[in-house]
T-cell receptor, first 113, second 115 residues
């Protein structure tokens, strides 16, 4: 069964600094990978997704992620953090043909002024 | 982008009563809808998957007689928490998927508080 591990339940960066949120997956077949963002008391919003096309995926709000098969990773980055980026971020995986999303534990991103 | 709504956004009920939560896809037909539960500061846990016109598939450990799911149309799924108890208090989130697409679109969530 596939799983997702997010390293670091809480990440804190200064405004303007690089954001790096880590995600590793385990899957026996090429996966579909997603990053979602959740603001307080809201549902999830799709940031970006990897579906076996380009390994570098660009998403909304200046975020991007790179699929690295050799490292089984799909880390999320943003060059310059903004205060509005403060939220909970979830990495998720779905195997081709399967229906279910499997979520990581989530990483809370805090932005310091 | 695809929009999914949930109603109500927040509900408070007495222990022993039943609560119905609606999930609607507003601008696309959702052949599959998913119901998740999220406890404070935790990740989303899939409760069940429902396909339009057929019975829902529940995850292990989820009581199907307690959490009734109806996916009566391609734009509406409902979750009914029957005989709710305080331990059922949680944030319930639905998502919807269209056809063979791999992307799920999430509703804004419903916060249930059982007194």
């Amino acid at each position: 069964a596939q799983s997702v591990t997010q390293l670091g339940s809480h990440v804190s960066v200064s405004e303007g600094a690089l954001v790096l949120l880590r995600c590793n997956y385990s899957s026996s077949v090429p996966p579909y990978l997603f990053w979602y963002v959740q603001y307080p008391n809201q549902g999830l919003q799709l940031l970006l997704k990897y579906t076996s096309a380009a390994t570098l995926v660009k998403g909304i709000n200046g975020f991007e992620a790179e699929f690295k098969k050799s490292e089984t990773s799909f880390h999320l980055t943003k060059p310059s953090a903004h205060m509005s980026d403060a939220a909970e971020y979830f990495c998720a995986v779905i195997e081709g043909g399967a229906q279910k999303l499997v979520f990581g534990q989530g990483t809370r991103l805090t932005i310091n002024p | 982008g695809a929009v999914v709504s949930q109603h109500p956004s927040r509900v408070i009920c007495k222990s022993g009563t039943s609560v119905k939560i609606e999930c609607r896809s507003l601008d696309f037909q959702a052949t599959t809808m998913f119901w998740y539960r999220q406890f404070p500061k935790q990740s989303l846990m899939l409760m069940a998957t429902s396909n339009e016109g057929s019975k829902a598939t529940y995850e292990q450990g989820v009581e199907k007689d307690k959490f009734l799911i109806n996916h009566a149309s391609l734009t509406l799924s409902t979750l009914t928490v029957t005989s709710a108890h305080p331990e059922d208090s949680s944030f319930y989130i639905c998502s919807a998927r269209s056809g063979g697409l791999e992307t799920q679109y999430f509703g804004p969530g419903t916060r249930l508080l059982v007194l």
